[in-house]
């Protein structure tokens, strides 16, 4: 229309003639505020210019790897690998090295990627404790990164920055249970990552390999996650989708979801179905691969089982394990012990971000489904003080890229316009998000964590020391939520307050006990203290010098061996030693007749025969005056009949049989009472503080 140079022009429709945002700056349209209530109006203030990501890896791993070193006589001791769970790992190579199939011929609850990433580390670096702690190490600096890039993207405060620091050593711990937890908690790190950053469908992809490792939490992380992505492709459609008489929506315009013309045909209802494509494309090439890579080393049979959570849902029910189970209470009971113990441990600053996070997730959850309806895929827009968009706004949905989507991590456009830089996509994936996006990035990640860590309480909390599975969760969401408002932020330094207590009372409790433990030859460089020493030489003295081994009919019976990278099969000689030939030269039989050859007796000298029993533990393979293990794991619905069966042949043979000196150090033998039938012709000849000795009558 013709302009008026006298300038008294008729109002117009504001889509006909755009604001000029040069000249109109001050002219802008008012914005109803949101029917939930804002919960950024005193939100501490964020850096607008991120810590470096290099600079807070270089900062967290320096951290890791000096704790690491610090509780090396806790990572490395004696009964964790003799008995405990870590050597079990170190027994599952071994068994599947020389053909056994995980949940076939021995039982395995876990996934196989674990078992796969753990044949070729210890190819390289042997299959020692101190190589099964070079991974822990490593996995808690790829931990590390995933945990800068996270605190790069949601832009913390002071407050988040200082939990991270203080609370690192109880987020990634210096050594786990096995190779499943460690390759869980590195995926799961990095997924958190990722989507704090805006991309979801890498995160996605992270928690599809993480369900590889350990079939847990990452089936429900992967749900909120498609949840999330189509909910996200739902706002583009909507954003993208034409009105009547209007044509496509203009995403310049921060009224258009207040005037859209509501005979819109049936926007909320529509997908951007290539942004979907793209997000879901990384997930399903991941799960393609993996499924290639261990289908064909382990088969079919194995891999399906170790990909769904059914048995480890089943020994948990036969375990009765919960978190309100009396044993469960002794780690986060105050009553358990007295109360100044119980303030030096995790468990207090664990517990009580535990609860924090559930009312955090209630809160960000309202934001994210009845304030800005989002998985309505409504526009909702709401005020802040610093005219940064809210959650749910407009404002904070991702723009479109290359026709396509950057999926939360474009830049807004008074940033495009200002930035040097052309915009591509590899630019974007490594840039941090919008402080826009961040905002509804903050409530996702606050919400999802907080269903994660809720549903590993009440269904998935198993011993004692379950809480070490997933802290990393509940460190990254609590010191995401510190910048929700002031409120938050003051909660988050009070908890970081009990995590330093804790963090102090555990470096000097380190320290101590580097200076009571030390290695030696006869525990097989494992750390012990005097008493432990002690123990293990009178059981190793008991063994040697007692008689010489009963006479087993054994057609040619023959052993294998796992010396680092090499596979062997050692042979039964004369005294002055066996012959080994490498696997090549093996019988072809071998790998397929597996369960024949676990199920003979092994003599590995002339001496007396001596069997290493425990529920877990790698006291078999770590030390020659034991049998070779036919098995990993004795616990109730997890190992195989064939399995236990293997395991009274080898004792009813066996002329001594080493044991933990009781039920709550894992003496396995009474949960099968035809193991308990096994040991009527033996007698304890010793039996101390921790390991007890049994003859053959």
């Given at each position: 229309?013709?302009?008026?140079?006298?300038?008294?022009?008729?109002?117009?429709?504001?889509?006909?003639?755009?604001?000029?945002?040069?000249?109109?700056?001050?002219?802008?349209?008012?914005?109803?505020?949101?029917?939930?209530?804002?919960?950024?109006?005193?939100?501490?203030?964020?850096?607008?210019?991120?810590?470096?990501?290099?600079?807070?890896?270089?900062?967290?791993?320096?951290?890791?790897?000096?704790?690491?070193?610090?509780?090396?006589?806790?990572?490395?001791?004696?009964?964790?690998?003799?008995?405990?769970?870590?050597?079990?790992?170190?027994?599952?190579?071994?068994?599947?090295?020389?053909?056994?199939?995980?949940?076939?011929?021995?039982?395995?609850?876990?996934?196989?990627?674990?078992?796969?990433?753990?044949?070729?580390?210890?190819?390289?670096?042997?299959?020692?404790?101190?190589?099964?702690?070079?991974?822990?190490?490593?996995?808690?600096?790829?931990?590390?990164?995933?945990?800068?890039?996270?605190?790069?993207?949601?832009?913390?405060?002071?407050?988040?920055?200082?939990?991270?620091?203080?609370?690192?050593?109880?987020?990634?711990?210096?050594?786990?249970?096995?190779?499943?937890?460690?390759?869980?908690?590195?995926?799961?790190?990095?997924?958190?990552?990722?989507?704090?950053?805006?991309?979801?469908?890498?995160?996605?992809?992270?928690?599809?390999?993480?369900?590889?490792?350990?079939?847990?939490?990452?089936?429900?992380?992967?749900?909120?996650?498609?949840?999330?992505?189509?909910?996200?492709?739902?706002?583009?459609?909507?954003?993208?989708?034409?009105?009547?008489?209007?044509?496509?929506?203009?995403?310049?315009?921060?009224?258009?979801?207040?005037?859209?013309?509501?005979?819109?045909?049936?926007?909320?209802?529509?997908?951007?179905?290539?942004?979907?494509?793209?997000?879901?494309?990384?997930?399903?090439?991941?799960?393609?691969?993996?499924?290639?890579?261990?289908?064909?080393?382990?088969?079919?049979?194995?891999?399906?089982?170790?990909?769904?959570?059914?048995?480890?849902?089943?020994?948990?029910?036969?375990?009765?394990?919960?978190?309100?189970?009396?044993?469960?209470?002794?780690?986060?009971?105050?009553?358990?012990?007295?109360?100044?113990?119980?303030?030096?441990?995790?468990?207090?600053?664990?517990?009580?971000?535990?609860?924090?996070?559930?009312?955090?997730?209630?809160?960000?959850?309202?934001?994210?489904?009845?304030?800005?309806?989002?998985?309505?895929?409504?526009?909702?827009?709401?005020?802040?003080?610093?005219?940064?968009?809210?959650?749910?706004?407009?404002?904070?949905?991702?723009?479109?890229?290359?026709?396509?989507?950057?999926?939360?991590?474009?830049?807004?456009?008074?940033?495009?316009?200002?930035?040097?830089?052309?915009?591509?996509?590899?630019?974007?994936?490594?840039?941090?998000?919008?402080?826009?996006?961040?905002?509804?990035?903050?409530?996702?990640?606050?919400f999802c964590c907080a269903v994660l860590q809720t549903l590993f309480v009440l269904r998935f909390f198993g011993p004692p020391t379950s809480w070490t599975y997933y802290p990393y969760i509940v460190v990254m969401a609590v010191a995401a939520a510190s910048v929700i408002n002031s409120v938050t932020a003051r909660v988050t330094m009070l908890l970081a307050f009990v995590a330093f207590i804790a963090l102090d009372a555990s470096l000097v409790g380190a320290a101590s006990q580097r200076k009571m433990y030390a290695p030696s030859a006869l525990t097989a460089g494992l750390w012990a203290d005097a008493a432990d020493r002690a123990e293990w030489s009178t059981v190793t003295r008991l063994i040697a010098g007692s008689r010489g081994p009963r006479t087993v009919a054994a057609g040619g019976p023959q052993s294998v061996a796992l010396r680092g990278a090499q596979v062997g099969i050692r042979t039964a000689g004369s005294s002055s030693g066996a012959v080994t030939r490498p696997l090549a030269e093996a019988p072809a039989s071998l790998p397929r007749a597996a369960e024949a050859s676990l199920s003979t007796v092994l003599p590995n000298s002339a001496g007396p025969r001596t069997v290493a029993i425990g529920v877990a533990g790698a006291a078999s393979i770590l030390f020659p005056q034991f049998e070779k293990p036919v098995g990993a794991y004795l616990v109730?619905?997890?190992?195989?009949?064939?399995?236990?069966?293997?395991?009274?042949?080898?004792?009813?043979?066996?002329?001594?049989?080493?044991?933990?000196?009781?039920?709550?150090?894992?003496?396995?033998?009474?949960?099968?009472?035809?193991?308990?039938?096994?040991?009527?012709?033996?007698?304890?000849?010793?039996?101390?503080?921790?390991?007890?000795?049994?003859?053959?009558?």
């Amino acid at each position: 229309m013709p302009i008026d140079p006298s300038g008294n022009n008729p109002p117009v429709n504001a889509r006909d003639n755009p604001i000029d945002p040069l000249i109109d700056a001050p002219r802008t349209t008012a914005v109803p505020a949101p029917p939930f209530p804002h919960s950024n109006d005193d939100a501490p203030a964020s850096s607008s210019a991120p810590a470096s990501v290099l600079t807070l890896w270089a900062i967290y791993a320096v951290e890791v790897v000096a704790i690491g070193i610090l509780r090396i006589p806790h990572d490395l001791a004696l009964f964790m690998f003799a008995f405990g769970d870590r050597g079990s790992w170190l027994v599952a190579q071994y068994l599947t090295a020389h053909g056994a199939r995980p949940t076939i011929d021995f039982g395995f609850p876990y996934g196989l990627l674990p078992l796969l990433f753990g044949r070729a580390w210890f190819a390289i670096f042997g299959l020692t404790p101190a190589a099964f702690n070079a991974a822990m190490m490593t996995g808690g600096v790829a931990m590390a990164f995933g945990m800068a890039r996270f605190a790069n993207a949601m832009r913390l405060s002071r407050v988040g920055q200082l939990l991270m620091v203080v609370a690192l050593p109880v987020a990634i711990q210096s050594s786990l249970p096995g190779l499943s937890h460690l390759l869980e908690a590195v995926a799961l790190c990095l997924a958190i990552s990722e989507h704090a950053r805006g991309n979801r469908g890498a995160a996605l992809a992270l928690a599809t390999a993480a369900c590889f490792a350990k079939a847990a939490l990452g089936y429900l992380y992967g749900l909120l996650l498609i949840l999330l992505i189509v909910a996200h492709c739902r706002r583009l459609s909507t954003r993208n989708a034409p009105t009547e008489g209007v044509g496509l929506a203009s995403s310049d315009d921060p009224t258009e979801s207040i005037g859209a013309t509501p005979g819109a045909p049936s926007a909320l209802a529509r997908l951007d179905w290539l942004a979907l494509r793209r997000s879901l494309m990384p997930a399903a090439v991941t799960a393609l691969l993996l499924f290639a890579l261990a289908g064909p080393v382990f088969g079919a049979r194995p891999l399906l089982e170790s990909l769904l959570p059914l048995n480890g849902m089943k020994i948990y029910r036969s375990q009765h394990f919960s978190f309100f189970t009396p044993w469960a209470r002794t780690f986060w009971d105050p009553r358990s012990q007295p109360l100044g113990r119980f303030f030096a441990t995790p468990a207090p600053f664990w517990l009580g971000s535990t609860i924090w996070l559930a009312l955090a997730g209630l809160l960000t959850g309202g934001h994210l489904f009845a304030g800005s309806r989002f998985f309505a895929g409504s526009r909702s827009l709401s005020p802040s003080p610093d005219g940064a968009g809210a959650a749910g706004s407009r404002v904070s949905s991702p723009l479109p890229v290359d026709h396509g989507t950057d999926d939360g991590t474009s830049h807004r456009r008074d940033e495009i316009a200002a930035s040097s830089h052309p915009l591509t996509r590899s630019r974007l994936w490594s840039s941090p998000p919008s402080e826009c996006a961040t905002v509804q990035l903050r409530h996702e990640i606050v919400f999802c964590c907080a269903v994660l860590q809720t549903l590993f309480v009440l269904r998935f909390f198993g011993p004692p020391t379950s809480w070490t599975y997933y802290p990393y969760i509940v460190v990254m969401a609590v010191a995401a939520a510190s910048v929700i408002n002031s409120v938050t932020a003051r909660v988050t330094m009070l908890l970081a307050f009990v995590a330093f207590i804790a963090l102090d009372a555990s470096l000097v409790g380190a320290a101590s006990q580097r200076k009571m433990y030390a290695p030696s030859a006869l525990t097989a460089g494992l750390w012990a203290d005097a008493a432990d020493r002690a123990e293990w030489s009178t059981v190793t003295r008991l063994i040697a010098g007692s008689r010489g081994p009963r006479t087993v009919a054994a057609g040619g019976p023959q052993s294998v061996a796992l010396r680092g990278a090499q596979v062997g099969i050692r042979t039964a000689g004369s005294s002055s030693g066996a012959v080994t030939r490498p696997l090549a030269e093996a019988p072809a039989s071998l790998p397929r007749a597996a369960e024949a050859s676990l199920s003979t007796v092994l003599p590995n000298s002339a001496g007396p025969r001596t069997v290493a029993i425990g529920v877990a533990g790698a006291a078999s393979i770590l030390f020659p005056q034991f049998e070779k293990p036919v098995g990993a794991y004795l616990v109730r619905d997890e190992a195989t009949p064939a399995e236990v069966e293997r395991t009274i042949e080898l004792i009813k043979a066996a002329d001594f049989v080493v044991r933990p000196a009781s039920v709550s150090l894992g003496d396995p033998i009474y949960a099968w009472p035809e193991m308990t039938r096994a040991f009527d012709n033996f007698q304890v000849i010793w039996k101390g503080q921790t390991y007890q000795v049994c003859r053959h009558r």
